[in-house]
């Protein structure tokens, strides 16, 4: 007697391959955007098959937002506590770059879990930021061990974030090179030193339709786009929910207006940074401090910014995406004439380390918008990329 094809090709670790796929999707269209049929697909088989493994979309979401950290907590508990903070964190990024397609999920999509599972998930990041504070704190006595643990991890994190694609032997290497440069640098040496930049105002919302947009901004930073209604942005205007579509289409031209303003923002703020540079160094300092001021000033701006791209149509996503390119672009070209030895994609990778760096830094922070916080982190994204 002889199997069907099904049987005898089906893999035992089907559910694992569920997860892979549908953290790559969830990463790439978000929570809400994701489907179970289109999980499905992606796997091979049908809707109903993938329900045997999981009730509902929640229960795999949430098992995928919880993957990368287990990863990262298996491959900690490898290591001895008197492990060297080198071997360790090539580790780290060893099991973050095999699971590049999904790791990011956590970064922006986990505030779509519930509480406890929230709550779950942050205890779990604390027992890596912990195991990684205890070496760096042993290997590298300077101030704020803590933030520098973080920044590192965020270094290492950054690379679920963008597709540069690169041979995964140089990703490791630059990425541990770029994650060492955070913990050996230390956050308070520059005290100081980057207070006078000159940032864009955010405009004062002086129509109806800055007013809505104003108002709409800190929602979908806290809720998430897909979580905020009509009626709650006209609520937090003190308008009444029909006026909103006098002034918008609906929701997504709100969420594309707030995109546009924050690229605008970040561009004026690209090009004051960079008039008074004499030399490339002097260019990376300022564009990193100008990056560092501009996501504490405009937080949840930039949030929203960052977040929610991918929740828009295809057509409405495309501008936004050149913007994020040409403004990646203009690091990537200060980097290489400060570091020839690198080619356009090796300094891609590093601006995005140098991002990762800020998101990570500035959550371990609180966001606190202080001369002594932006100091900091702007030190932090400089050892990143300049070690």
Not at 177 to 183: I, L, N, P
């Amino acid at each position: 007697m002889t199997t069907g094809p099904t049987a005898a090709t089906r893999p035992r670790n089907r559910k694992q391959s569920i997860v892979d796929a549908a953290g790559q999707v969830f990463s790439e269209r978000g929570y809400h955007g994701a489907s179970m049929e289109e999980i499905a697909a992606v796997v091979g088989i049908s809707a109903a098959a993938l329900y045997r493994h999981f009730p509902n979309k929640y229960a795999l979401f949430a098992e995928c937002a919880n993957g990368m950290v287990d990863n990262l907590i298996e491959v900690l508990d490898e290591w001895p506590p008197e492990a060297a903070l080198q071997d360790v964190l090539a580790a780290l990024i060893r099991v973050t770059v095999s699971h590049r397609a999904s790791g990011g999920l956590y970064r922006w999509e986990a505030r779509y879990l519930e509480r406890e599972d929230r709550r779950q998930l942050r205890t779990k990041f604390t027992h890596v930021v912990g195991r990684v504070v205890e070496m760096v704190r042993r290997e590298y006595p300077l101030p704020e061990e803590r933030l520098r643990a973080v920044a590192a991890l965020g270094v290492i994190g950054s690379v679920t974030m963008h597709r540069t694609s690169i041979a995964q032997r140089r990703i490791e290497e630059l990425l541990l090179a770029s994650a060492m440069g955070v913990v050996a640098t230390d956050p308070t040496a520059a005290a100081g030193s980057t207070r006078q930049v000159e940032l864009p105002v955010q405009p004062v919302p002086r129509t109806r339709r800055a007013e809505i947009l104003a108002a709409a901004i800190p929602l979908f930073a806290r809720d998430g786009f897909a979580n905020v209604t009509n009626v709650q942005i006209a609520q937090a205007a003190g308008l009444a929910p029909s006026a909103i579509y006098r002034h918008y289409t609906g929701k997504v031209d709100i969420l594309v207006s707030a995109c546009l303003q924050a690229a605008g923002l970040l561009a004026q703020a690209v090009d004051r940074s960079l008039r008074q540079a004499a030399d490339p160094r002097q260019a990376m300092a300022a564009l990193a401090a100008a990056y560092v001021a501009y996501c504490f000033e405009h937080n949840a701006l930039n949030s929203v910014a960052d977040a929610e791209v991918a929740s828009l149509p295809a057509d409405l996503r495309r501008p936004l995406i050149l913007a994020q390119r040409e403004h990646i672009a203009v690091w990537e070209q200060q980097l290489r004439t400060l570091r020839p030895e690198l080619d356009a994609r090796q300094a891609r990778l590093l601006v995005h380390a140098g991002f990762g760096v800020v998101v990570e830094g500035g959550r371990a922070l609180r966001w606190q918008n202080t001369p002594a916080h932006r100091d900091a982190v702007t030190a932090l994204v400089t050892g990143a990329l300049t070690r």
